[in-house]
């Protein structure tokens, strides 16, 4: 019966053991060190961007809705069996709105940023050129996030806001 008893105590020791290492909570991911930006885009470190504005909510936004019952010239997409993490998106997404009013420009296909396997692509419609700023490049993106999520995972496009040349992609790498 001590025998049976120690054995008991030994297997309830390391069952807790391994629930607790179970229960651990992940380590906090370090957005500001981690994101790639493409050539010639400032850095997070330029921007002053800390891991508090890298993962900001990502905003409802009423004045995509509202371009949205305006004359498109693209339309919106979500693509299925999304593996982009929300994230790592909005990281992104809150990186290209703090660069603000300047350019975000593109001559067929660019990334623009990356943190971890999330990738925000833009792309022109007609291999040419494009240009829109960078918020509104975050804005294009923005409808994506708040319209293409399946199981915290996100995967879409969208042209830029006012800007039906420049699209957005939102996709797994």
Not at 127 to 146: I, P
Request: with cysteine; proline share 5%; aromatic share 6%.
């Amino acid at each position: 019966m001590v025998g049976i008893t120690k054995n008991i105590i030994a297997i309830t020791a390391a069952l807790s053991f391994f629930g607790a290492a179970v229960a651990a909570p992940a380590p906090e991911v370090d957005y500001a060190k981690l994101i790639e930006v493409a050539p010639g885009y400032p850095t997070v470190e330029e921007l002053g961007l800390t891991n508090a504005d890298l993962t900001k909510p990502v905003p409802e936004l009423d004045a995509i809705v509202a371009r949205d019952m305006l004359q498109k010239r693209y339309e919106p997409r979500c693509w299925g069996e999304p593996r982009c993490t929300v994230n790592d998106a909005r990281a992104c997404y809150n990186y290209l709105n703090s660069i603000g009013g300047n350019r975000c420009e593109v001559r067929g296909r660019v990334q623009m940023c990356k943190m971890g396997g999330c990738a925000w692509d833009a792309r022109t419609m007609n291999n040419a050129f494009a240009s829109s700023s960078c918020r509104d490049a975050a804005l294009g993106g923005a409808w994506v996030l708040n319209n293409c999520i399946s199981n915290n995972r996100v995967a879409g496009s969208n042209a830029a806001f006012g800007n039906g040349n420049l699209i957005v992609d939102i996709i797994g790498r």
